[in-house]
């Protein structure tokens, strides 16, 4: 990633592209994380080729690192493509990250740790009923979190009863 403007949003550093390449191990080997690839469905449908990378506008990502609380994810949202911010992609992979936290990983609270200056971030995920449960001045960083009651359940799960899970295998999706 070597968009200055990415860096500073997800408070990330540049990587070398070996840095890159172990990271992308990292994220397919790893059982504590993981990522869902945010692709623009209208470039998707309207394709001429194979070429997902011509589709992906960014990545959510869910890690699963509180040994003493399995029950807790700290989710992230990247949205890359800039023209394709403020449009919902993020809020629907939060959501349907959420969703699959919950129903597939028994998730019941979220975590989301944002730099202080991201407010679209900070707005978006406070729309999807998150609260501020801390704020870090040394990192600049503020915290968000949702407790997932029954009643937030049946709200996340109405938001997300669109969603068809698909099985993905060597590049092309599985028809079922």
């Given at each position: 990633?070597?968009?200055?403007?990415?860096?500073?949003?997800?408070?990330?550093e540049p990587l070398t592209l070996e840095q890159e390449y172990a990271m992308q191990r990292s994220w397919q080997e790893d059982a504590d994380k993981c990522t869902f690839i945010v692709?623009?469905?209208?470039?998707w449908q309207a394709r001429l080729g194979p070429a997902e990378e011509s589709c992906m506008v960014g990545d959510v990502n869910l890690f699963l690192t509180d040994v003493e609380d399995p029950a807790l994810g700290e989710i992230e949202v990247m949205i890359a493509e800039p023209s394709c911010r403020g449009q919902g992609f993020g809020t629907e992979a939060a959501l349907l990250m959420m969703s699959y936290g919950v129903t597939k990983l028994g998730l019941t609270k979220f975590e989301a740790?944002?730099?202080q200056g991201n407010e679209p971030s900070i707005r978006m995920f406070q729309k999807l009923h998150f609260e501020q449960v801390a704020l870090n001045s040394v990192f600049q960083e503020v915290t968000l979190r949702l407790t997932v009651?029954?009643?937030?359940?049946?709200?996340?799960l109405a938001q997300t009863?669109?969603?068809?899970?698909?099985?993905?295998?060597?590049g092309s999706v599985e028809h079922q």
């Open positions: 990633m070597q968009s200055e403007e990415l860096q500073r949003l997800t408070a990330s692709l623009d469905a209208k470039k740790k944002i730099g009651s029954e009643p937030e359940q049946q709200w996340l009863s669109h969603m068809e899970e698909k099985a993905y295998r060597d």
